[in-house]
């Protein structure tokens, strides 16, 4: 009687951290004349910032995110002063997010903080006006002019500000969505500030969706973030025990993982797949199956996932990026994370999800 297939009863992840977005994209107003202007307006539209590819929570919860079963929320401006400040902050990047039908019509701005000074003035500055509760009040708005600090400088202080990775896990659903599509974009303005093909500098397009090209002889087009995909793949045997193994470049030498690397120009996700697991380990696939995928915004990735069947067990490792790999069942990986000689990838990356799937159970 033919053996059942490690893969036969695969089924697609249920969950990946980075892929919550319920919102609705509204892309067709993305051109909509004054559109950020008119959000920033409406008192149901909130405001969330994002810079060098982090994102803002208030004050004292940075701390929160090395942490277990805690909760994390990102912090959030009113429209109004948030409207005022971009005035005088052309450096900052508007980015309108989409909307929740359903609450009042509740839009999302997130604004990109990456380019604009954070560095205090070097002036006494003037306590006309300062009180504790200024910050984001009625008052008369700081200026460099007189020697106030702006206020988008001001949330470098007033905020605390955190890598995805210490957020995701420990915010609701809606809101990781809503931080991971900040810092993708973000970090994309952050990158490409010419135009690829002639050099021209960009302007943002589209509610910071886009870029245009400002040389006028080039037609001024219009540019649209890149997104890297890549293959990230759990090898299984004929005893379904798991392929794990570590890369160089990690700094925790108890860190093992699955096989992953970027699809190629010309080249099909499976065929990544076989590619990159025979050139880190020297093992030939056969039956590949698609798991799922996320976002990976590290700076632009897209990480999508399969689970193959092993022809063949002898590993070969390349030596240069992977250097160490074996095969484990699962009561021997239990042992090994006992003893602290395995760990496994943090809550935010699919391979710990790829290796849950496997294992039958939450690391």
Same mark, same amino acid.
């Given at each position: ?64 995110? *090395?942490? !277990?079963? %805690?909760? @994390?929320? #990102?912090?959030?401006? +009113? =429209?109004?002063?948030? $409207?005022?400040?971009? &005035?005088? *902050?052309? !450096?900052? %990047?508007? @980015?309108? #997010?989409?909307?929740? +039908? =359903?609450?009042?019509? $509740?839009?999302?701005? &997130?604004?990109?903080?990456?380019? %604009?000074? @954070? ?245």
């Amino acid at each position: 009687m033919a053996l059942l297939s490690p893969l036969a009863l695969t089924q697609t992840l249920p969950f990946l951290p980075l892929a919550q977005g319920d919102i609705d994209y509204q892309t067709e107003r993305r051109d909509e004349p004054g559109l950020i202007p008119g959000l920033l307006n409406d008192p149901s539209t909130t405001v969330i910032l994002v810079r060098d590819g982090l994102v803002a929570v208030p004050r004292g919860q940075g701390v929160l995110a *090395a942490r !277990e079963s %805690v909760s @994390m929320r #990102l912090a959030s401006l +009113p =429209g109004s002063y948030a $409207a005022e400040a971009l &005035a005088g *902050a052309p !450096e900052a %990047v508007a @980015m309108f #997010l989409g909307v929740y +039908p =359903g609450r009042r019509n $509740a839009h999302i701005v &997130a604004i990109d903080l990456t380019r %604009v000074p @954070m560095g205090a003035p070097s002036v006494v500055p003037d306590a006309h006006g300062i009180g504790a509760d200024d910050a984001f009040g009625n008052a008369a708005q700081p200026n460099s002019a007189n020697g106030r600090v702006p206020l988008f400088a001001r949330t470098a202080e007033r905020f605390d500000w955190v890598d995805l990775r210490g957020f995701v896990p420990h915010a609701s659903a809606r809101e990781a969505g809503q931080a991971t599509t900040a810092v993708a974009l973000s970090l994309w303005h952050a990158t490409q500030r010419h135009c690829p093909t002639c050099g021209a500098p960009v302007q943002t397009a589209m509610a910071g969706w886009a870029q245009r090209c400002t040389n006028p002889q080039d037609g001024q087009r219009l540019l649209f973030p890149r997104v890297e995909p890549a293959v990230i793949v759990a090898v299984v045997d004929s005893q379904d025990r798991l392929l794990l193994q570590h890369n160089r470049a990690w700094n925790d030498p108890t860190l093992y993982s699955v096989s992953a690397g970027f699809v190629e120009a010309g080249e099909n996700l499976e065929h990544a797949c076989r590619r990159e697991t025979k050139e880190e380990v020297g093992i030939d696939l056969g039956e590949v199956r698609y798991l799922g995928s996320q976002p990976w915004p590290f700076p632009a990735s897209l990480m999508v996932a399969f689970k193959a069947y092993a022809l063949n067990t002898d590993i070969r490792t390349d030596g240069q990026e992977t250097v160490d790999a074996r095969w484990v069942s699962r009561d021997e990986y239990t042992a090994e994370l006992v003893r602290g000689t395995m760990s496994a990838p943090n809550r935010t990356a699919i391979a710990r999800y790829m290796i849950e799937e496997w294992y039958g159970r939450a690391l």
